[in-house]
């Protein structure tokens, strides 16, 4: 049944929608790639105060901190809404610069010209993230009104402006402006974190992404030999650097490709339940896997891309053959990238990494291996009341039967700045919802938002924002 408050939260939301969508692609004109264009980003920051202004937030500011490189960061947007006294404090996330557009003939239309076809907007950052920034403008602007100034929930609203460089100036920024994040003085820190900027099942089925898997990049050296040598005066019984490093990267996995190292197989960790069925079919498309070749491991897909350790070498450093000479190499080098499964420190997970290598250094080779990068990963509180609220709002606005029929997605990839928030905010319950779905292309030529998505996030936040009022 649809109380009366949800028919109100409707009306309102069908009420500001045109003025939202004219918005985003006033925003999406903006050509804020943080990677290149910094002043457009400056710009973009200037449109996302006048937004959140216009949404009903008084206290609106533009922040930055320095990157760890020293250089300045990308001014992110903070609009606050006190919580009025016994209400909880939601913390609103989204980001508005965006990737390079790449080049202009993989475009139908012009990147940075919003154009409708077929129900979807198609332009860079229709979808990531500028939709999610105007899902919370949004959200606000049909909210905001219907409650007194003593109703509804305490808002934190933060627009970063560099995710797509990898928000170099997080950590620092966390650290320096954590009262304006956590609302206010005196405050904890909020009690639920929503990120906007993340996938959907389908158009048709929201999904809430509640896990991410965490990041290590290592370098492994391999040394065999004092110096180079030549291979037809030593070569029998003297071992050139590069078998080895062959040899020994061998040894990460098992006779049928799965990793081998002990604590990241794919029979290690816990069997997570309620997983969407990811089939082999899909998967093979999706990523282009050749006729014949095989899949790595085994149980269900979803289990081995979100909940499983992989591990890729990326990069090597062999002699190259255009310099190839007769000679044994005394040493050579793999970088190794390991996505590490949800409930695992990054830490721990290259602790296991470097033993292995060490304890299979073949024929004495020398073995030295290095910490490059690490990030954690992020698993939600999927059992609590706020997930529950969630669901309920996905699933009231997207016309489902259940709230079951909610999709909990993993992501194989890392998003740092996440764990992040939660370091910070060990207190709050973070949800990952999102305005793309499968057609998305986020990051890629021809990138658009489904408009009948995008009206259904904006719906589903008004809800919940609505629902976690201590009123309701
Ligand atoms: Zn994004």
Do not use: C
Not at 86 to 100: F, N, R, S
Not at 116 to 136: I, S, Y
Not at 188 to 213: E, M
Not at 218 to 243: E, F, W
């Amino acid at each position: 049944m649809t109380s009366p408050q949800t028919r109100s939260v409707e009306d309102a939301v069908r009420t500001i929608l045109p003025g939202v969508r004219a918005d985003l692609e006033a925003l999406v004109r903006i050509p804020s790639v943080s990677a290149t264009s910094p002043e457009q980003v400056h710009r973009s920051a200037a449109a996302v105060v006048e937004l959140l202004r216009s949404a009903g937030l008084d206290d609106v500011r533009v922040l930055s901190s320095a990157r760890p490189d020293g250089s300045p960061g990308m001014p992110a947007v903070v609009g606050r809404r006190p919580a009025p006294a016994g209400a909880p404090t939601v913390l609103l996330y989204a980001h508005h610069d965006v990737q390079p557009p790449g080049t202009p003939e993989g475009w139908a239309s012009p990147a940075f010209e919003p154009t409708e076809r077929d129900g979807r907007l198609f332009a860079r950052g229709a979808a990531d993230d500028k939709a999610g920034v105007l899902v919370h403008v949004g959200a606000l602007r049909a909210l905001l009104p219907t409650w007194g100034p003593d109703e509804g929930v305490g808002v934190v609203v933060f627009v970063e402006g560099e995710e797509e460089v990898g928000s170099p100036s997080f950590s620092a920024f966390l650290a320096e402006h954590r009262e304006a994040l956590a609302g206010g003085s005196g405050s904890a820190g909020p009690d639920v974190v929503v990120v906007a900027d993340s996938d959907n099942w389908s158009v048709d089925t929201p999904s809430l992404t509640t896990s991410l898997r965490g990041l290590v990049d290592a370098t492994v050296t391999v040394r065999t030999l004092d110096h180079a040598v030549h291979s037809g005066m030593y070569g029998g019984p003297a071992l050139d650097a590069t078998t080895a490093l062959v040899r020994l990267l061998d040894r990460l996995r098992d006779d049928d490709g799965a990793i081998a190292v002990p604590g990241l197989r794919p029979t290690d960790g816990p069997e997570p339940t309620g997983l969407p069925e990811v089939t082999e079919e899909r998967f093979r498309a999706d990523a282009g896997v050749l006729d014949g070749v095989a899949l790595l491991g085994s149980g269900p897909l979803a289990q081995r891309l979100w909940h499983r350790a992989a591990l890729t070498v990326i990069g090597v450093d062999v002699t190259p053959i255009e310099k190839a000479s007769n000679t044994l190499a005394p040493s050579a080098r793999a970088r190794l990238s390991l996505r590490v499964p949800p409930g695992l420190a990054p830490a721990e997970a290259f602790g296991l990494l470097r033993d292995h290598l060490l304890a299979t250094a073949p024929l004495g080779a020398r073995v030295e291996v290095e910490l490059d990068e690490s990030g954690r990963a992020f698993s939600g509180d999927v059992d609590g009341p706020v997930y529950d609220a969630a669901r309920s709002a996905l699933a009231r606005a997207w016309g489902l039967a259940s709230a079951d029929d909610v999709v909990h997605a993993g992501v194989g990839g890392s998003i740092p700045f996440i764990a992040e928030l939660v370091e910070a905010f060990p207190g709050a319950t973070v949800l990952v919802t999102g305005v793309e779905d499968p057609d998305t292309r986020a990051h890629g030529h021809d990138e658009s938002l489904s408009l009948a998505v995008f009206e259904r996030a904006l719906f589903a936040e008004a809800l919940l924002l609505d629902s976690l009022s201590p009123e309701r």
